[in-house]
């Protein structure tokens, strides 16, 4: 683990990377535990999360890229912001209301590296468009040349409402700067609703129906206490 992101002064800034991806961690963490992950296609919408018996079940919706199905689970993590779980979980759990601030994000593939100096990602309190940028070969994301942009939440708010390509262009002319000489191959725009809490949840991690049901992700302080929460769970179904 390292850290790859700094300030734009260049002091160090809460953010650290693992030598290999988040998936290979999941697994190797999984071999050495009785922990077992059954990976899904994150890009297939889930539909409901619903109460069966002393288990659970979570369906999805048949889509472009196959069809719908459900799986059953005696412990279910949910990730999404507070107000997508909510509708998940609707009629078999209630779940706080917190406010979110948005955010548009900017993923553009270059023909060369882009102008982001190491360790590659940075953190910008300044800047009046962009609230982070991030070089996605020094992070590990991707083989090609790519950098992410996020936007600032005032930015997000003001704009949200706007024409995309319009929009994306604009948000282009912005990023210039930190793409440097490299040809844009591809842009991709993303309207991130419930992208920040504007306050954190007070407790690590929320805990529903007798621990079978946890809510962890940005809202919520602790990874840990989540993955803590599913193995007591575990222990006691």
């Known amino acids: 683990m390292r850290s790859w992101c700094s300030t734009k002064a260049g002091a160090p800034a809460a953010a650290w990377l693992l030598g290999s991806s988040m998936v290979a961690h999941s697994r190797t963490t999984a071999r050495s535990s009785s922990l077992f992950i059954r990976a899904a296609n994150s890009a297939i919408p889930c539909a409901a999360v619903r109460s069966a018996g002393r288990r659970w079940t979570v369906s999805w919706p048949a889509t ?19 107000p997508q779980s909510v509708a998940l979980v609707a009629g078999v759990a209630t779940l706080p209301v917190l406010d979110y601030v948005p955010m548009i994000s900017l993923l553009v593939a270059l023909d060369n590296p882009p102008a982001i100096p190491p360790p590659g990602g940075i953190q910008l309190d300044d800047d009046l468009t962009w609230s982070w940028i991030g070089d996605n070969v020094a992070k590990g994301a991707s083989r090609v040349p790519a950098v992410t942009l996020h936007t600032r939440a005032d930015v997000a708010v003001a704009r949200w409402d706007e024409d995309h390509d319009a929009l994306q262009a604009d948000l282009l002319l912005a990023a210039a700067p930190w793409l440097g000489a490299a040809n844009i191959i591809d842009v991709r725009m993303h309207r991130r609703r419930y992208a920040t809490p504007v306050e954190p949840y007070f407790e690590p991690c929320l805990s529903k129906a007798d621990g079978q049901l946890v809510f962890a992700g940005g ?12 193995m007591r769970a575990g222990a006691e179904s």
């Open 64 to 82: 472009p890229r196959g069809p719908g199905g459900v799986i059953e689970a005696d412990v279910v993590v949910l990730t999404p912001p507070i």
């Open 219 to 230: 809202a919520f302080l602790s990874g840990r206490a989540a993955a803590d929460a599913v």
